[in-house]
């Protein structure tokens, strides 16, 4: 059954009260660093770029004290996500220009496919690290009021910050949901005689034998979320002139914080475009 534990492997929704400075940062700040982050992740284009961002983040979550392997462990349940994301990098760029490094029938494996996998995989564990360390550093329900104290200056223009800062914050409550309800159901499933936690097993089958699951897995996060809709309207909640008793104010150094996020970001901007070409 120690195979079976997915909730083990999962960073994001897990919140560390480590009682550093960067969790007593207010939940904008916060979310303003996620957002200097993927505006970076977007400039940067090259695998040199992306390893030091990922880099980047892991110190800032010693600097929180948040381990940076619990925060690289939620790679391992996207592994058959990537896999597949890698066959189909494989087939999709086996025509590159250059010479072949190995040819296996009409598949070429180029140097240019080679950046391009490690490029995926680089971004996709930076991605997953920094969401993780977010989640790691802030309170399920400061990540709604960050994000909605982030985009308030929007509201000017009719935008709905309060409702996509609710939609935000609950899609992120519900991954380690998902995580625990798919884990309850492999362990039944298994308990019938399922082999999904044997060793030796084909990762084929294994795959194959996970289909079936999302069935299940479906309904109950339905189910999660009407019980949700249901609890929110049991409580009249209708997101017009709310208001709360929570506020935040900004702790002594927070605007240097913000500074050097600024600065950063225009600094990873501008490697990402200048280094564009010339790093691999």
Do not use: W
């Not at 990762?203 to 996060?221: C, D, E, G, N, Q």
């Not at 009249?236 to 970001?265: K, P, Q, S």
Request: some cysteine; aromatic content about 10%.
């Amino acid at each position: 059954m120690k195979t079976l534990e997915f909730f083990a492997n999962v960073s994001i929704g897990q919140y560390i009260d480590s009682g550093s400075f960067v969790h007593r940062l207010t939940p904008a700040t916060k979310f303003f660093g996620i957002v200097v982050f993927f505006i970076v992740m977007f400039a940067t284009t090259n695998v040199t770029g992306t390893i030091l961002l990922g880099l980047c983040v892991l110190a800032a979550a010693l600097f929180a004290r948040v381990n940076p392997l619990f925060l690289l462990r939620g790679i391992k349940p996207a592994l058959p996500f990537l896999i597949i994301l890698s066959i189909l990098t494989l087939v999709f760029q086996s025509g590159s220009a250059g010479p072949a490094l190995i040819s296996l029938g009409p598949l070429s494996i180029h140097v240019a496919t080679i950046l391009a996998l490690l490029l995926l995989f680089a971004r996709f564990a930076a991605v997953l690290a920094a969401i993780g360390l977010l989640t790691s550093v802030t309170a399920e329900q400061e990540i709604a009021h960050g994000i909605e104290d982030f985009l308030a200056p929007l509201g000017r223009f009719g935008f709905p910050s309060h409702e996509f800062s609710l939609m935000i914050s609950v899609a992120l409550r519900f991954v380690p949901i998902v995580t625990g309800e798919l884990e309850s159901i492999v362990k039944a499933q298994a308990s019938r005689g399922g082999d999904f936690g044997a060793s030796g097993i084909n990762p084929i089958r294994k795959a194959r034998s996970y289909l079936p699951l999302f069935v299940p897995l479906v309904v109950r996060t339905l189910e999660r979320a009407e019980l949700l809709v249901e609890a929110m309207e049991a409580r009249c909640y209708t997101g017009d002139e709310r208001t709360r008793y929570t506020i935040y104010e900004m702790i002594r150094g927070e605007a240097l914080v913000r500074l050097g996020l600024t600065l950063f970001m225009v600094a990873g901007v501008a490697f990402g475009l200048v280094f564009a070409k010339t790093l691999p």
